[in-house]
């Protein structure tokens, strides 16, 4: 399949780019080079010969699926022009925003010994495993949130648009793997 991935190089979607090709796609990804962290990620996908960067869209291509990813929300749009929008949790993983004791989250600092964190963090490794499952599915609704299994909130979401993701290692083993990611390319953070 070709995908388009718009915000190619923000952390989450330089992970979602690698989840795409490491499952066999092929990635035209769209973002600016403005920073030296956008630059250095740039790198470890752009020599793979499935994908192409774009400056802007101006490859006039027909993609079998396109995605553009912000801080909170994923949009997935079908060949037929049908549009999807996935409502992230709170993501955590390499390259994210972040301090050695916490991360960024719409700018504002989360420690990683809060609440907040230890209930509704998934780690993006587990969370780009369900996406590509979504991303094959002719099934999802107009709009999906999702959450983590631990968080316990009452809000009043419809269980048909919702899922709930666990994460396959504890919190703390993924967060130590994260932070030692941190402190080998601190200067790229």
């Not at 740039?42 to 027909?62: D, I, P």
């Not at 916490?102 to 996406?131: P, Q, R, T, V, W």
């Amino acid at each position: 399949m070709l995908f388009l991935v718009e915000n190619c190089f923000q952390w989450m979607g330089f992970h979602l780019v690698n989840c795409l090709l490491e499952n066999g796609n092929e990635v035209d990804g769209v973002d600016d080079l403005s920073s030296d962290k956008k630059e250095h990620l740039s790198m470890y996908v752009g020599r793979n010969a499935s994908f192409q960067h774009l400056s802007s869209l101006e490859r006039e291509a027909t993609y079998d699926r396109t995605i553009k990813i912000t801080e909170d929300q994923l949009v997935l749009t079908l060949q037929q022009n049908t549009s999807h929008r996935i409502n992230l949790p709170i993501l955590f993983g390499e390259w994210m925003p972040m301090k050695k004791a916490g991360m960024y989250y719409k700018n504002k600092f989360i420690s990683f010994d809060s609440d907040i964190f230890l209930n509704e963090a998934i780690y993006i490794g587990d969370f780009m495993k369900s996406l590509a499952q979504w991303i094959k599915s002719s099934q999802l609704p107009e709009i999906l949130e999702v959450k983590s299994i631990n968080n316990k909130q009452s809000e009043e979401i419809k269980l048909e648009n919702s899922v709930y993701i666990r994460n396959n290692r504890t919190i703390e083993e993924n967060l130590k793997m994260v932070i030692k990611h941190y402190e080998k390319f601190e200067d790229f953070y």
